[in-house]
């Protein structure tokens, strides 16, 4: 798929995430050598669904009050209806989207996970998709939204729901290999 030796990914999640969106890319990402960080609010692990039953529980390696921007090169949002509720509400998660989007870093998200991104105040003038359910919330955020299994959009790439993540992962690796952190020169 690519090669991402080095690269710093931090998929930020919660109890509720939809597990198959956050454990398909996490081994895509990790297959493709990247360095990956679960982040949540809290210490231990964190409870995925399989849509409505309990799923795999992940453990988390830092919280979200406990990063910086620097330490990461790409975020992955995964969805689930509770996940992405519950980030959406965290000043926490809101700034550090906002410093990755400040520092043209890419972002991975799918499903519900766009609702982060638009608590996050940028999602106005972007082109995305996300779960048919939220796309009203995109365009009253200013964001234009398009029913496509994927939408790449600069340093943003997103799709609709479980059945696209081999679609997501291949693009998600895409643009995390050939962004700036990736690219950018190792000392020696």
Same mark, same amino acid.
């Given at each position: 798929m690519g090669n991402l030796a080095g690269f710093r990914v931090a998929i930020l999640a919660?109890?509720?995430?939809?597990?198959?969106?956050? &454990?398909?890319?996490?081994?895509?990402?990790?297959?493709?050598?990247?360095?990956?960080? &679960?982040?949540?609010?809290?210490?231990?692990? &964190?409870?995925?669904?399989?849509?409505?039953?309990?799923?795999?529980?992940?453990?988390?390696?830092?919280?979200?009050?406990?990063i910086w921007v620097d330490e990461f090169d790409g975020v992955m949002l995964p969805g689930g209806v509770l996940n992405a509720d519950t980030l959406r509400t965290v000043p926490e998660m809101r700034a550090f989207l906002q410093a990755i989007q400040d520092a043209g870093k890419p972002i991975a998200a799918i499903c519900h996970a766009p609702w982060e991104l638009i608590s996050a105040g940028i999602v106005r003038g972007r082109t995305l998709t996300s779960y048919a359910s939220i796309q009203d919330d995109i365009v009253n955020a200013g964001g234009a939204w398009v029913d496509r299994e994927v939408v790449e959009d600069r340093n943003?790439?997103?799709?609709?729901?479980?059945?696209?993540?081999?679609?997501?992962?291949?693009a998600m690796i895409r643009l995390f290999a050939r962004s700036e952190a990736h690219v950018r020169p190792t000392s020696t």
């Open positions: 919660a109890d509720g995430f939809e597990e198959s969106e956050l &454990i398909e890319p996490l081994h895509a990402l990790e297959n493709a050598g990247a360095e990956v960080t &679960i982040v949540s609010l809290k210490e231990g692990q &964190i409870q995925g669904l399989k849509h409505a039953e309990k799923g795999e529980r992940v453990k988390v390696d830092r919280t979200l009050r406990d943003w790439v997103t799709s609709r729901q479980p059945a696209d993540l081999p679609a997501f992962n291949a």
